[in-house]
């Protein structure tokens, strides 16, 4: 056993793969260019973004804006705290009565374009004031 060991320790060198030298290893290939569609245009990269707005969040839509860096929080944050504030209803709503939420799920998806639709309008109104 001891020859075995002795014998494992004075192994060459050139069998250990983490000892080759740079130029040794083979050369590795560059990353390829992503792929485009020619026909279709490359991105501008202006910072401004064209929103479709649909009929059932956006009781004047759907309408077609284009909104800045400061427009786009404005509608992100917006959406943002809308979609928190309707989470912490349903789980207060689920602790109290699970019977009320789904009664409010039902009218949810009943009449919420008639519920969201001015709701989200004043949101993107607010964004299409701050396009900028």
Partial sequence: MAAKVAEMQNRPIANRPW?????E????RPDPAPARIPERPAPLARGRKTI???KWWDSKGPRT?????????????GFVTLFFVALIAAIVVMFIEPIILFVGAFL??????????????GIVDKAVAERN
């Fill in 19 to 23: 000892t080759e030298a740079k130029a």
């Fill in 25 to 28: 290893r083979p050369a590795t």
């Fill in 52 to 54: 479709v707005t649909g």
């Fill in 65 to 77: 804006i284009e909104l800045g860096p400061k427009g786009q929080q404005t509608l992100s944050g």
């Fill in 108 to 121: 949810l998806f009943r009449f919420g374009g008639n519920i969201l639709g001015p709701i989200g309008a």
